[in-house]
């Protein structure tokens, strides 16, 4: 049966924007979720629906569009990130609200622009991804993996406590902009597959599960994509199965089936070690909120 | 290029228009070995900060190695131990990880990490006596656990001036010689270390000047201050009753000090 499914082209678009996908969301993710960020991928998500909503009003790939704003909106994010205390998170919702609303006031007055083409960017429509679709999502996945793997060694540092990247004379501004960036890059190659409302799932979800069973940074890294890629094929493969079942919402919750396994095994796992205190290592989850 | 490590002329810092440190002028050279000692809130901990730039001066200024914070390139001449770890949105990170990060400031970004930088994190490891829990999270470690692996951290990037915020706050006894001992050695490797102390326990010999900050200002700079009377019994703990009426004398905002 997946002889016969991988024969037809379809069903490969589809698996080559999975397997991108489950690789590159963790990967930012785990930085993302380090630095206590763990929203900035539903921000952009928000705002990248305008971006969306501009490429159909201008005739434009909205892909492309999608890139584009959603930069712009994650530049934002972190200066108002950078200086603000308190009102920062005022900021950052108004950001959000207004992102959503953008995108479907603009998706309204659209010439091609319909509920159902919103539908499919607010939740995924992996079925139909095109070539072209697959090449911006493939370059764009190369631009992450690049980032995470040139500058990791920076934004570990950055991220596991700026004050002292900044002691170590990194370029904290610049990286920061870096991460913002490569989140909104990640949000936009997720956009078709799981869409823009569960897009952050993604990045957060197998980072969670994996540092239930890690003890370093770099493992955590590399079992939350091997996670990623398991939801997101997995969730894939459902839907193709059963055309009832919507591809983006399989994924996210075979990803949090697969959190809920490893918080048990986790605490098996670490009852094993000796003298070490689970208190820190309890998972920092966080209502994902759908507005 | 100034061989002088830190040359700080009237420093001057406000949080929100509060002044806490009201012109400070500090130069350390090298091979010093300076405690900046002072009560909560005499602005020891900022002093630290605006040597380093992390937080910028209001008026004066200040230079390391020659050049001010924002211009400064050799970061990896600097070792910072900051008073706490920080553990981040708990991903966890092994001890190993994060005493490798100290080499940042050593290495290139399209490098992979070398034999040299990979000696040094297991020399460092070694001195402060974790090599046995390199490959543990650093969020099971014990809080004097961890204030080792914030100094293993700065010895595996191999400075010549250490900055230390209270590297002895809340540690036990072992990890406060470990220290001490640590320290004398770099001391006679001739490194310069500058450090911020709430006492100076077995820190003591090593230092070589003491530099009291009251109210951001500095009230006694040079010989360290040595304690007296019932502070200078063995085995004193500093549990400071009369904290609230300090005694005459220029030593006595740091003893005077609530724990």
Avoid at chain 1, 256 to 271: I, P, S, Y
Wanted: charged content about 15%.
């Amino acid at each position: 049966m997946i002889m016969d499914l991988l024969q037809e082209q379809l069903f490969q678009l589809a698996l080559v924007a999975a397997l991108l996908v489950g690789l590159c969301a963790p990967a930012v993710g785990t930085f993302i979720v380090q630095r206590r960020l763990a929203l900035l991928g539903d921000g952009i998500g928000h705002v990248a629906l305008t971006g969306v909503a501009l490429g159909f009003l201008t005739g434009t790939t909205p892909v492309l569009t999608a890139v584009i704003v959603s930069v712009v909106g994650a530049v934002a994010i972190e200066l108002v990130r950078a200086r603000g205390r308190t009102s920062g998170d005022v900021a950052l919702a108004l950001l959000f609200y207004g992102g959503i609303a953008g995108g479907v006031m603009l998706m309204g007055i659209a010439p091609g622009g319909s509920n159902a083409k919103l539908n499919s960017y607010l939740f995924g429509a992996i079925a139909s991804v095109t070539v072209q679709d697959i090449w911006v999502i493939a370059a764009l996945a190369v631009a992450v993996i690049g980032v995470v793997v040139v500058f990791g060694r920076e934004l570990f540092v950055l991220c596991q406590d700026e004050e002292m990247a900044r002691a170590s004379g990194l370029p904290v501004r610049f990286l920061s902009l870096l991460i913002a960036v490569t989140a909104a890059l990640t949000v936009v190659i997720a956009m078709r597959v799981v869409g823009l409302l569960l897009v952050s799932a993604l990045m957060v979800i197998p980072v969670a599960t994996s540092q239930q069973l890690t003890r370093g940074f770099r493992t955590t890294m590399g079992l939350a994509m091997l996670f990623g890629v398991l939801a997101s094929v997995g969730g894939l493969l459902a839907s193709t199965y059963s055309a009832k079942v919507p591809p983006g919402a399989a994924i996210v919750l075979l990803a949090l089936a697969g959190f809920v396994l490893a918080l048990g095994v986790g605490k098996f796992v670490r009852r094993g070690r000796t003298q070490e205190s689970t208190v820190s290592e309890r998972p920092k989850m966080r209502v994902e909120e759908v507005a | 290029m100034s061989e002088t490590a830190f040359a700080m002329t009237d420093g001057r810092v406000s949080f929100d228009g509060k002044p806490v440190l009201r012109g400070i002028d500090l130069t350390v050279c090298p091979g010093e070995v300076v405690a900046l000692l002072g009560a909560n809130g005499s602005g020891k901990s900022t002093l630290v900060r605006a040597l380093l730039g992390l937080t910028p001066l209001t008026g004066g200024s200040t230079l390391m190695y020659g050049s001010p914070p924002g211009r400064f390139r050799e970061w990896w001449r600097i070792g910072y131990v900051p008073q706490r770890l920080q553990v981040g949105g708990g991903v966890p990170a092994t001890v190993r990880e994060v005493v490798a990060s100290g080499r940042i400031a050593r290495q290139s970004r399209l490098r992979r990490t070398s034999p040299a930088d990979k000696a040094a994190v297991a020399g460092a490891l070694e001195a402060v006596r974790l090599a046995d829990r390199a490959n543990d999270p650093v969020q099971s470690l014990s809080g004097g656990q961890q204030q080792r692996v914030l100094i293993a951290r700065a010895l595996a990037g191999e400075p010549d001036t250490y900055v230390m915020d209270e590297p002895t706050a809340g540690v036990d006894a072992d990890t406060q010689q470990l220290l001490a001992d640590t320290l004398a050695g770099l001391v006679r490797d001739g490194k310069t270390v500058v450090l911020v102390a709430h006492e100076l326990g077995p820190l003591e010999p090593i230092i070589t000047r003491g530099v009291v900050i009251r109210e951001g200002r500095v009230a006694h700079d040079g010989r360290p201050p040595r304690p007296e009377g019932d502070c200078a019994r063995p085995g004193h703990e500093h549990q400071h009753p009369h904290a609230a009426t300090p005694a005459a004398g220029p030593l006595t905002g740091w003893q005077g000090e609530a724990p």
